[in-house]
């Protein structure tokens, strides 16, 4: 799929991009290419590839999970204005 210079001002406005007079033939080339490498890769043959979220066959590393300060749970709900069943209650900001 070749784009022109029209191709470029349509989608220059509907990103609301300033693009210079200049520069619309070098771009509609580089996005012709583009979608060209899209195509070419929309034919590939892909039955059978599980799916990556990652391109590297990785776990993070995670810090163990322990606690690291003292529960005072009970003493902030003990200062707190209010309380109903271990929450805290608050004025309605949002109607």
Known sequence: MALDRTDVDKI?????LAVPEQ???RL???LSKILALMEQMGTVDTA???PMAHPLHMTQRLRPDQASEVDQRAHFQAIAPQTENGLYLVPKVIE
């Open 28 to 30: 509609a080339n580089d």
């Open 48 to 50: 059978g590839v599980e």
């Open 12 to 16: 220059a406005h509907l990103a609301r």
């Open 23 to 25: 520069t619309k033939d």
